[in-house]
């Protein structure tokens, strides 16, 4: 307690009367109503009160001691309420509070027995407990609140559970898938592997063909000829096939994609649904922080005021004992003082009874008499000692009340004891709380970065697979690029062709026209000969014959002559329509030649561009197979990684075929991939060997 609050111990002592203490409670009593309410709501707050004496009146310093100087002791705890918020100011008003002590025989709050009222400390007490019981259940009914939400660590945990749940239900698709893709390898490897057994017979039925025809052997060239044509029938049909697969393959292929792309889309969400979750889990420990410490300062203010007004209460019974105690110390010593005269009196009656004896012995003479003092003696000290027991008696009750007081006074400290230390363990209790819910908030800001940490793991690995799904994805998008523009111009060498056939059938037509042509010129250049040859000859017999005069002979050899005439005349007219012709044909001849020339020509160009892109496509192939073989090995997958081994060495051996043919050379194709990545490691793989596959292969120059 500060100085400038209490100067002194008895400082705001006041007397009083009977009366006034009579006419102050009747006060009290008309206000009861309008102080219920009051006396209700800050009962559990009690001030230190002042000391209030009353002395005995002045005179009783010069009289001898009365017997009951202390019997109309009346010790009277005015109720002083304040509320907490005014805790500090009500300690200035503590000096106009007190304990009164004084006449207050006929205070109607003294109990007939001489009792005064013990319910003021008891009700005082259980108010104080009231209100610390309710203030500590405060954090309770929270804490159970808070325990009685989801748990964000079940929360946490329920989120992971069915992330777990989306990213293995997108991986067993992706197996399903990965499964599908290899029965779909195993049938491109039968349909090339039976194409390249087609190929090669087709090509030893080619050669025996050829060495038959040289043989003249035409029976076994025209089996043979027909074995080919069933050959090329077949190979043709494996050829469509092995489409069929690489198609089916691609189609997998794309369905794999697929399904990369929806793993990559529910990574994404998990990483949304992390981010989402971390973000609430970061706002929420804010604010359950910022709750706890509301809810801890309030609580802290009440233990405070509580204190406080314990504390007060502690003081104002400690001086009220202190003063009880010393008026028991003083009542004692009252009571000897009263019955010291007595005392003594009573010796010297006893001492004079001894002598009196002493002088019965003596006096014999004077029995009777000293008999008859001796018993007034007797009556004297049996009166004497009434009057001592009535004053003891007296005292004793008064003194029983005054003991009863002071040991009521220390069981009500004691329980202030007990109070003070029931609000220490509600401190304790407050702390208690207040560091669970920092531990709390430091969990749910735990899980808040445990959560940011995975979302932000999940988008790494979404930016890891995007990244190289697109190196896949240009491997693949340049390998069917490839494997289109080389169908399409195999399509067009393929129409070249068929020109260059008709072309060459067309020059065989020509030919044979041209032959025949020529040889009907012949005949008529002969047959022209011979008339020229044979008209002089008629023309000298039909002289002859006139000279001989046959005139009949003659005529028939003019008319002859005439025939062959107007024969040589249309042999004539014949010959200059077939020389026209011949000329047209050789004309229509040379112009199919250039044009066959030109379409062979235009044929070894795209030929030379289906090699190119075959070319490419291959290396394409091989390079797929060979990561696609690794990764089957990574995997543990053997079988698969023996057929895309050979599938790889197959490519590589026909891509080996065309290098020495058109002078390739791997350096000229700068746009093919520098690395090839499996898809199936895409799909398998996690963050660590994703970033080491993707350091490996260096994305950025792929």
Request: charged fraction near 35%; charge should be negative.
């Amino acid at each position: 307690m500060e100085d400038d609050e209490m100067d002194s111990l008895f400082e705001g002592m006041v007397l009083f009367s009977p009366s006034q203490l009579a006419t102050d409670q009747s006060l009290e009593d008309d206000h009861s109503e309008s102080q219920s309410q009051c006396q209700s709501q800050s009962q559990s707050h009690h001030d230190a009160p002042s000391l209030e004496t009353a002395p005995a009146p002045a005179s009783s310093s010069s009289e001898p001691l009365d017997e009951n100087l202390f019997s109309d002791l009346t010790l009277q705890t005015p109720l002083y309420q304040p509320s907490p918020s005014k805790t500090k100011s009500s300690r200035k008003k503590k000096k106009a509070a007190g304990l009164r002590i004084g006449y207050g025989r006929d205070s109607p709050r003294m109990s007939p027995d001489g009792d005064y009222d013990d319910d003021n400390f008891d009700d005082d007490s259980s108010i104080l407990a009231d209100e610390t019981s309710s203030t500590s259940s405060i954090p309770d009914k929270d804490k159970e609140k808070d325990d009685h939400d989801n748990n964000p660590q079940q929360r946490f945990e329920h989120l992971k559970t069915r992330i777990l749940e989306k990213l293995n239900t997108a991986r067993e698709l992706a197996s399903s898938v990965s499964t599908a893709r290899k029965v779909s390898i195993r049938r491109r490897r039968k349909a090339s592997d039976d194409l390249h057994s087609a190929s090669l017979k087709h090509s030893l039925l080619e050669k025996q063909l050829d060495e038959a025809c040289e043989a003249e052997d035409f029976e076994t060239a025209q089996r043979i000829s027909d074995d080919l044509a069933s050959s090329e029938n077949h190979k043709q049909s494996l050829l469509i096939a092995l489409r069929d697969a690489e198609a089916h393959c691609d189609a997998v292929d794309s369905h794999m994609h697929q399904v990369l792309l929806s793993q990559i889309a529910a990574e994404e969400e998990s990483a949304s649904l992390l981010y989402h979750f971390s973000a609430d889990a970061a706002n929420n420990a804010d604010m359950f922080l910022k709750k706890a410490e509301t809810l801890s300062s309030e609580e802290m203010d009440r233990w405070l005021s509580s204190t406080e007004a314990l504390e007060g209460r502690k003081i104002e019974l400690e001086i009220e004992s202190h003063l009880v105690n010393d008026a028991r110390l003083v009542l004692n010593n009252s009571v000897d003082a009263s019955i010291e005269d007595d005392k003594k009196e009573k010796e010297f009656l006893c001492k004079r009874k001894d002598m009196l004896f002493d002088e019965l012995q003596k006096l014999l003479a004077l029995v009777r008499d000293k008999e008859k003092e001796i018993a007034d003696n007797d009556s004297k000290i049996q009166a004497v000692e009434e009057r001592i027991a009535h004053a003891l008696s007296g005292f004793q009750e008064f003194q029983s009340s005054i003991d009863t007081k002071f040991d009521n006074l220390q069981s009500t400290i004691s329980q202030l004891d007990l109070e003070s230390e029931a609000l220490l363990m509600k401190k304790k209790e407050i702390d208690e709380f207040l560091k669970e819910e920092v531990d709390r908030v430091a969990k749910l800001k735990e899980l808040a970065r445990v959560s940011a940490a995975e979302a932000k793991a999940y988008q790494e690995v979404v930016g890891l697979r995007r990244s190289l799904m697109s190196s896949v994805l240009k491997s693949r998008d340049d390998k069917v690029r490839l494997a289109k523009a080389e169908e399409k111009l195999s399509e067009e060498v393929q129409m070249l062709q068929q020109e260059v056939s008709a072309a060459r059938a067309s020059l065989q037509e020509l030919s044979s026209m041209k032959s025949s042509i020529q040889q009907n010129v012949a005949s008529f250049k002969q047959r022209i000969l011979f008339i020229d040859k044979r008209a002089p000859e008629l023309e000298a017999e039909k002289k002859v014959a006139a000279a001989a005069r046959n005139f009949k002979e003659a005529a028939r050899i003019a008319a002859e002559a005439k025939s062959l005439s107007v024969e040589k005349d249309g042999l004539q007219i014949e010959m200059e329509k077939a020389v026209l012709e011949l000329e047209k044909l050789e004309e229509n001849f040379k112009d199919t030649v250039e044009r066959l020339q030109e379409t062979e020509q235009l044929i070894i160009s795209k030929e030379k561009e289906v090699a190119i892109a075959r070319f490419q496509r291959l290396l394409i192939v091989a390079g797929a197979a060979m990561a696609e073989r690794s990764a089957a090995l990574e995997l543990g997958n053997l079988e698969e990684a023996n057929l895309l081994l050979v599938e790889a060495e197959a490519a590589e051996q026909e891509a080996k075929k065309l290098k020495p043919i058109y002078n390739f050379r791997e350096e000229e194709f700068v746009n093919l991939p520098k690395h090839f990545i499996s898809m199936e490691l895409v799909a398998n793989f996690g963050k660590k060997q994703l970033a080491e596959l993707a350091a490996s292969v260096d994305l950025s120059s792929a």
